[in-house]
């Protein structure tokens, strides 16, 4: 199993990924903020960051950003409802490991989504 960290600043969402990636057999880890996520990426290192594009405190392509910057290899699975076309998602997925789930989204396209991010990870080392 795979630990995956969820920022999201909607408990609703949280909650949603939560138990589907739970129930894939995924150790999850929620965050309301982007401060939280960079505060707990200095003590450990998820498989895989899901991230809320329009955070209110750090948005998307800057956390995306930031991780490569700060040499976090983790893969990050932005969610917007924006598409792949929006000039800031588009510049976000130029990053490597950066993928996009655009709501509204299903259960499936949300296990799809972690399946194709977590296999690159292992092609990619």
């Not at 996520?37 to 895989?48: F, H, M, T």
């Not at 792949?84 to 799809?112: C, G, N, V, W, Y």
């Amino acid at each position: 199993p795979s630990s995956i960290w969820v920022v999201d600043d909607d408990a609703v969402v949280r909650e949603m990924c939560r138990r589907v990636l739970a129930a894939e057999g995924h150790t999850v880890e929620e965050y309301a903020c982007g401060a939280d996520l960079k505060k707990r990426l200095g003590e450990a290192k998820p498989d895989l960051v899901i991230y809320d594009y329009s955070m209110p405190d750090v948005d998307g392509l800057e956390m995306a950003s930031w991780m490569r910057d700060s040499g976090y290899r983790s893969p990050v699975i932005l969610i917007s409802g924006f598409t792949a076309e929006h000039p800031s998602i588009k510049r976000a997925l130029t990053l490597r490991k950066t993928f996009l789930l655009q709501k509204p989204f299903s259960f499936r396209d949300m296990a799809d989504i972690v399946t194709i991010a977590m296999g690159e990870t292992l092609v990619d080392g």
